[in-house]
């Protein structure tokens, strides 16, 4: 989701200072949320700290309308994009990440993309080593445990879901060489930290 907007800004069709309308939708979406209020204009810089930083669903969907008029057209931009880069065998059906058996990836479309990220849009890139985004009187920290250890980690992403289980995607930069890890499938928020730690240390 992050790519595609990074895209859309890199070409010229969008600002950070532009603003997208939240939706009922967008609204009512559950799992981790960035609280947008619907009906309210929110700027595409705080919708992307809402994504990257606070894990928001409810951002992703009022990026995701805000770009392609929906979600499900936004979704097949991103399998599009996706399939464009490389990342083989990976098909996306919503914008979130939210679980359905059609949306799939894998630990190399991952890493790829991570990857893509990181050398395609330094400007961007930093939000991602964000410790905290205070939205709406919410201040919320990265659930990126990496950011809190001193391996020299800026990112990327966690994530969670019941078949998945707990997942990160890590990368981190010591004396000019830079790792990127992608685990998924950890019982815990605690066993994923510790195991991508033990990766990126060993890497």
Same mark, same amino acid.
């Given at each position: 989701?992050?790519?595609?907007?990074?895209d859309?800004?890199?070409? %010229?069709?969008? +600002?950070?200072?532009?603003?997208?309308?939240?939706?009922?939708?967008?609204?009512?979406? %559950?799992?981790?949320k960035?609280? #947008?209020?619907?009906?309210?204009?929110i700027?595409?810089?705080?919708? /992307?700290?809402g994504?990257i930083?606070? !894990? &928001?669903?409810d951002? +992703?969907?009022?990026l995701?309308?805000?770009? !392609?008029?929906s979600?499900?057209?936004?979704? !097949?931009?991103?399998?599009?994009?996706? /399939?464009?880069?490389?990342?083989?065998?990976?098909?996306?059906i919503?914008?979130s990440?939210?679980? @359905?058996?059609?949306?799939?990836?894998?630990?190399l479309?991952?890493?790829?993309?991570?990857k893509?990220?990181?050398?395609?849009?330094?400007e961007?890139?930093s939000?991602?080593?964000?410790?905290e985004f205070?939205?709406?009187?919410?201040k919320?920290?990265?659930?990126?445990?990496?950011?809190?250890r001193?391996?020299?980690? @800026?990112? /990327?992403?966690? %994530?969670h879901?019941? #078949?998945?289980?707990?997942g990160l995607? &890590? +990368?981190?930069?010591?004396?000019g060489?830079?790792v990127? #890890?992608?685990l998924?499938?950890?019982? !815990?928020?605690?066993?994923r930290?510790?195991?991508?730690v033990?990766?990126?240390?060993?890497?």
């Amino acid at each position: 989701t992050a790519a595609i907007v990074f895209d859309s800004l890199k070409a %010229g069709q969008i +600002t950070l200072d532009d603003t997208f309308l939240v939706s009922e939708k967008a609204w009512r979406k %559950g799992g981790s949320k960035m609280f #947008v209020e619907a009906g309210k204009q929110i700027k595409v810089e705080d919708l /992307l700290r809402g994504v990257i930083v606070q !894990s &928001g669903n409810d951002a +992703t969907i009022v990026l995701a309308e805000g770009l !392609s008029g929906s979600e499900s057209a936004f979704a !097949s931009q991103m399998t599009a994009k996706a /399939l464009e880069i490389g990342m083989e065998n990976s098909n996306f059906i919503n914008a979130s990440g939210w679980p @359905d058996p059609k949306h799939y990836s894998t630990a190399l479309a991952l890493a790829l993309m991570t990857k893509r990220m990181i050398e395609d849009f330094p400007e961007y890139y930093s939000l991602f080593s964000e410790k905290e985004f205070t939205y709406s009187n919410i201040k919320q920290q990265n659930r990126n445990p990496l950011l809190y250890r001193n391996i020299g980690a @800026d990112g /990327l992403k966690t %994530g969670h879901t019941e #078949v998945g289980g707990y997942g990160l995607i &890590g +990368t981190a930069v010591t004396n000019g060489r830079r790792v990127i #890890v992608v685990l998924n499938g950890l019982e !815990s928020e605690k066993s994923r930290a510790d195991e991508s730690v033990r990766l990126i240390e060993w890497g």
